[in-house]
Structure formats: C-alpha cells, structure tokens
C-alpha cells in the first residue's frame, strides 16, 4: 500500500483526526528535528511535570549511562520509578486522585514480557528512564476483543480502562495499514527528574526505532492522554489519526474523565519507519 495514500484515508474516516490536528510533514528522524540535546532537554522537561519540590539536577560527570533492554528482572525497580516521578502526574490519574493501585502496576509492566522496552542505566545501576513498549498483532477478523476493564476491581481505574476499551472499539489502527501484521505500541516513555538534559529520552527513543528497524516493525502507535506527552510525540515526527475529546466520551449520557487543561483529549499518534514501509512494500 503507498504511504501518500493514507493521508487521503485520514479525510475518509469520521473517526480519524480532526481539522484540528497537528500534522508534521514530512515525518522527520530526531536529528532532522534538533540536535539530540537541545530536543532531550525539550522532551526532559515536559515529560514529568510535577508539583513536587524542585531537585537538584546532576552532574554531567556523573551521570554516563548506558541503554540497554527491560528485563523481567527490572519489573520491581520500573515501578518505583514510575510511581516516583510517572503515575502522580499523569492526567487521568490526577483527575480521579487514583492513589495506589496495584492494577495500575500491574498493567504499566506486563509490557515487558514482548522484549522491546528499553532503560538508561546510571553507573551505579539506578534506572533513570524507561521507554516500556508492547507488540500489536493483528486481530483475526473474527475474533471479538476482550474487553479490559471487565475484571478490574479497582473503580477508579476501571474508568481509564473503560475508556481504553472505548477507542479500542471506535478506532484499529490496522486498518490504516492492511498489509501489516505487527505494529510497535509505545507505553510509557519517563525520565528521573533528577537527570534532565541529558540525552536520555532522545536516546531511549532511538534505540526504541531502531528495534523496529532490527525487526521490520514498520509503525509505531502511541496512545496520548496527556496533552504534554502528545506534544512530544509530534516534535518526534509523529502524526494524530485519531482524536477523542474527553467531554465527548460519556457513560449514561455524562461526562466521566474531565482532567484540567490543556489535556482535553485522549489522542492517537503514529510514526512510520519509512525504509521499512518501503522494504515491505
């Protein structure tokens, strides 16, 4: 399928993005963008906006790191770093004041398991940032998606989840790209506060495309809810498809997920490596 032909399907479809939406052409590598550093420091200081008192940021100096694969291994230290510095300020999350929940945990790592998450690793082997990613396979045409938030006992989670289960429904990115069985879901993309301008995010990012690249993985998928974390994503190249507003989405005729401005919507972005659109071509 040519790539200049989903554009056209975009306009096609009620469901896909809105007039509104911000799309980047052409879809740029991080280097086309900025220099790795200045976007990393960029990327750093709107992925963990926090309320928190501010930290001392480290030095240079101290601070090599390597990245390198997430681990089943790492499950226990990926979830202290994000309900440090991930879960307290993401939207959705603040808005229903979530507080603990263990299926929050649960679902943030289960990612890990496909083998395509990547960590920056301090020298004294702390974890300073995540990129947890999933695989997206193609459904069977006949198979009826299992609806997540069915088992969930927590109540205020089970509203995010609801709402997942919602857009999973209304929108399959699969149908942007029929000749495509296996599509990158990228997750959670968090950096340790303590360690912004370093290069960190743009180079979990990086490892992250060149995984697909590695394994002909032709498309990325991120689902957005937080305006900053979509902000990102675009100034990396990727493009909306999908856009729901949240005081659109209504359960009993109401309006359940209301989190402040400027996150007023629930967004889907995608990113096509295009030398290996060209090479499945």
Not at 118 to 128: L, M, P, R, T
């Given at each position: 399928?040519?790539?200049e ?78 309900k ?6 993401e ?139 979509a902000?990102v ?49």
């Amino acid at each position: 399928m040519e790539i200049e032909n989903i554009s056209q399907m975009l306009q096609n479809s009620r469901t896909f993005a809105k007039n509104d939406a911000i799309i980047i052409e052409p879809r740029y590598t991080l280097s086309d963008l900025y220099p790795i550093t200045r976007l990393s420091q960029k990327m750093d200081s709107v992925l963990n906006v926090s309320s928190a008192p501010a930290v001392t940021k480290a030095k240079t100096d101290d601070t090599s790191y390597t990245v390198e694969y997430v681990t089943q291994d790492d499950a226990e230290a990926v979830l202290e770093m994000l309900k440090t510095f991930f879960f307290k300020d993401e939207p959705l999350n603040t808005f229903l004041n979530l507080g603990e929940c263990k299926e929050l945990e649960e679902y943030s790592v289960k990612c890990i398991k496909d083998g395509c998450s990547f960590k920056a690793v301090a020298k004294n082997g702390e974890i300073i940032g995540v990129f947890l990613n999933a695989l997206m396979h193609r459904p069977a045409a006949d198979v009826v998606p299992e609806a997540s938030a069915e088992s969930c006992q927590h109540p205020k989670f089970k509203k995010i989840l609801q709402l997942m289960d919602y857009i999973e429904g209304d929108f399959n990115v699969f149908d942007l790209y029929p000749g495509t069985n296996t599509i990158l879901d990228g997750k959670i993309l968090s950096v340790n506060t303590n360690y912004r301008g370093l290069g960190i995010a743009g180079r979990l990012t990086e490892r992250t495309l060149d995984y697909m690249r590695e394994h002909k993985i032709p498309v990325m998928h991120v689902l957005c809810s937080s305006h900053y974390s979509a902000r990102v994503m675009e100034k990396l190249g990727f493009h909306e498809v999908y856009r729901l507003n949240y005081c659109d989405y209504k359960v009993n005729n109401e309006a359940v997920l209301r989190p402040e401005p400027p996150h007023v919507a629930a967004r889907i972005l995608v990113k096509e490596i295009t030398d290996v659109v060209k090479t499945k071509l």
